[in-house]
């Protein structure tokens, strides 16, 4: 009889793809299957991020009641960027962890179970063109790696330290893995890497030199792919030739996450991004000029380490210039192996909580009036998720979640959808 195997991710979307990569292949080689409910399951898997502190903290807490509830017998496992940077002391803290697999080593999660104790976390070990077993989590959306680590030195982020240096996946490998995707129903593509449009930046072994824009009109040319999404891009890599292929490609989607992280050119230095207030607002600019409706989002962090009451009014310029349709925001948090974790002028706790606080009150405000300006719109949908209550969900081009009433029989297809109402977190409208 089949084992059973219960799964938590945390974090990413690389996380979320990891996940997959381990599931297929602990399916493949142990026979495991999928549960929901942890306390049946014969081997609990872990899968963590370390970008902040409070996930961190959390892992111990639920490494606690997995322990005292699991099945007798049951095996634990931690994996992912926490397990890259805490390895053994996982265990040291929690030694009824059976083992430690690194999110730069997903590719020897067999292995790793049947070793009692295993830490496998080097973060040098070249997985790039591993031909992990087929497991996806969407029938109608295939997430596909493109390329792995980071080569970004940001002061405040820890990634690099657990995901190590980038590696550009083969481009014939990932066109046969989206080919593939596409073959099986998945009509979106979903292309993943910390850093997508520096893709090609360094290849393990002879590879041809193939840049992100021209990966980009290879993968649209497959047959019976209808749309393409990425992330995250960088706004330092993202040159004219770049944006001009986002714009004129019909099978990209027009929603681009362009991660700020602050609006402040003093602080951008700080944090080492590469680009300037003026870089990022023109390259905004450049891009509403080709999409008018362009679907933005981004990532801000706010009371980084010297960030003054004019750094963040910058930030808040920006906002309010761009008028993103999603922000992801957060405190800056202080990590372990950052240079940032170094810096003594750090801001106030309070004062953080007030900066945060303002800047999501402001997006609440920009946000309200974007959906406002839905009203009327007619958008093509990509149906994916049945909801509980009648409705069925999906995505418009430039990223709104859109729900209409209706069935599964929506699942997996496209339609036009007039938006009749609207509300922050989604729109509804009705099939024409
Ligand atoms: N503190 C707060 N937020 C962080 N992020 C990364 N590192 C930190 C940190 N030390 C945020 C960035 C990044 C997102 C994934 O998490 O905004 O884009
Ligand atoms: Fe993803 Fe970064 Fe979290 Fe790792 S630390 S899971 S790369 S967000």
Same mark, same amino acid.
């Given at each position: 009889?089949?084992?059973?195997?219960?799964?938590?991710?945390?974090?990413?979307?690389?996380?979320?793809?990891?996940?997959?990569?381990?599931?297929?292949?602990?399916?493949?080689?142990?026979?495991?299957?999928?549960?929901?409910? $942890?306390?049946?399951? %014969? /081997? !609990? #898997?872990?899968?963590?991020?370390?970008?902040? @502190?409070?996930?961190?903290?959390? &892992? *111990?807490?639920?490494?606690?009641?997995?322990?005292?509830?699991?099945?007798?017998?049951?095996?634990?496992?931690?994996?992912?960027?926490?397990?890259?940077?805490?390895?053994?002391?996982?265990?040291?803290?929690?030694?009824?962890?059976?083992?430690?697999?690194?999110?730069?080593?997903?590719?020897?999660?067999?292995?790793?179970?049947?070793?009692?104790?295993?830490?496998?976390?080097?973060?040098?070990?070249?997985?790039?063109?591993?031909?992990?077993?087929?497991?996806?989590?969407?029938?109608?959306?295939?997430?596909?790696?493109?390329?792995?680590?980071?080569?970004?030195?940001?002061?405040?982020?820890?990634?690099?330290?657990?995901?190590?240096?980038?590696? $550009?996946?083969?481009? %014939? /490998? !990932? #066109?046969?893995?989206?080919?593939?995707?596409? @073959?099986?129903?998945?009509?979106? &593509? *979903?292309?993943?890497?910390?850093?997508?449009?520096?893709?090609?930046?360094?290849?393990?072994?002879?590879?041809?030199?193939?840049?992100?824009?021209?990966?980009?009109?290879?993968?649209?040319?497959?047959?019976?792919?209808?749309?393409?999404?990425?992330?995250?891009?960088?706004?330092?890599?993202?040159?004219?030739?770049?944006?001009?292929?986002?714009?004129?490609?019909?099978?990209?989607?027009?929603?681009?996450?362009?991660?700020?992280?602050?609006?402040?050119?003093?602080?951008?230095?700080?944090?080492?991004?590469?680009?300037?207030?003026?870089?990022?607002?023109?390259?905004?600019?450049?891009?509403?000029?080709?999409?008018?409706?362009?679907?933005?989002?981004?990532?801000?962090?706010?009371?980084?380490?010297?960030?003054?009451?004019?750094?963040?009014?910058?930030?808040?310029?920006?906002?309010?210039?761009?008028?993103?349709?999603?922000?992801?925001?957060?405190?800056?948090?202080?990590?372990?192996?950052?240079?940032?974790?170094?810096?003594?002028?750090?801001?106030?706790?309070?004062?953080?909580?007030?900066?945060?606080?303002?800047?999501?009150?402001?997006?609440?405000?920009?946000?309200?009036?974007?959906?406002?300006?839905?009203?009327?719109?007619?958008?093509?949908?990509?149906?994916?998720?049945?909801?509980?209550?009648?409705?069925?969900?999906?995505?418009?081009?430039?990223?709104?979640?859109?729900?209409?009433?209706?069935?599964?029989?929506?699942?997996?297809?496209?339609?036009?959808?007039?938006?009749?109402?609207?509300?922050?977190?989604?729109?509804?409208?009705?099939?024409?």
């Amino acid at each position: 009889m089949s084992k059973k195997l219960y799964i938590e991710t945390l974090g990413c979307a690389m996380n979320v793809r990891d996940s997959e990569h381990m599931i297929a292949e602990l399916n493949e080689k142990d026979d495991y299957v999928l549960t929901t409910d $942890s306390k049946e399951a %014969d /081997l !609990i #898997l872990i899968n963590t991020c370390s970008v902040r @502190e409070k996930p961190v903290q959390k &892992l *111990f807490s639920e490494l606690g009641v997995f322990n005292k509830s699991k099945k007798e017998g049951a095996k634990i496992g931690v994996c992912g960027c926490t397990a890259s940077h805490l390895g053994k002391e996982i265990i040291k803290r929690a030694p009824y962890v059976n083992f430690v697999l690194g999110a730069r080593n997903v590719s020897k999660i067999s292995e790793v179970l049947h070793k009692d104790k295993a830490v496998e976390i080097d973060i040098n070990y070249d997985e790039s063109d591993f031909a992990f077993k087929d497991f996806r989590s969407s029938a109608y959306k295939a997430y596909i790696n493109i390329s792995i680590g980071c080569d970004k030195s940001c002061t405040f982020c820890i990634v690099p330290k657990t995901r190590g240096d980038e590696i $550009s996946i083969p481009t %014939d /490998l !990932i #066109l046969k893995e989206c080919q593939k995707a596409v @073959e099986s129903g998945a009509k979106e &593509l *979903f292309l993943l890497g910390q850093n997508v449009n520096n893709y090609g930046r360094r290849f393990s072994g002879e590879h041809e030199k193939v840049n992100f824009t021209e990966l980009l009109r290879r993968i649209s040319k497959i047959e019976g792919l209808h749309r393409i999404r990425f992330t995250s891009p960088h706004p330092f890599h993202m040159d004219d030739e770049f944006l001009e292929e986002f714009a004129s490609n019909p099978k990209i989607c027009k929603s681009m996450h362009m991660p700020l992280q602050s609006g402040s050119s003093k602080v951008l230095k700080e944090m080492k991004r590469g680009y300037t207030k003026e870089w990022f607002l023109n390259r905004v600019e450049k891009l509403k000029s080709m999409i008018p409706d362009v679907g933005l989002s981004t990532d801000i962090i706010v009371a980084f380490p010297g960030e003054s009451d004019e750094d963040f009014a910058d930030t808040m310029d920006v906002v309010r210039k761009v008028g993103f349709e999603q922000i992801f925001s957060f405190k800056y948090s202080p990590r372990p192996l950052t240079e940032a974790a170094e810096f003594t002028n750090v801001v106030d706790e309070e004062i953080g909580s007030e900066r945060l606080f303002a800047l999501q009150e402001l997006h609440n405000e920009i946000l309200d009036q974007k959906v406002q300006e839905q009203l009327g719109r007619v958008y093509e949908v990509y149906f994916e998720e049945l909801r509980a209550d009648g409705y069925v969900a999906g995505r418009s081009d430039n990223n709104y979640l859109v729900k209409v009433k209706g069935s599964e029989e929506l699942l997996g297809t496209l339609a036009d959808v007039k938006i009749t109402k609207v509300g922050r977190a989604s729109l509804v409208g009705e099939i024409l």
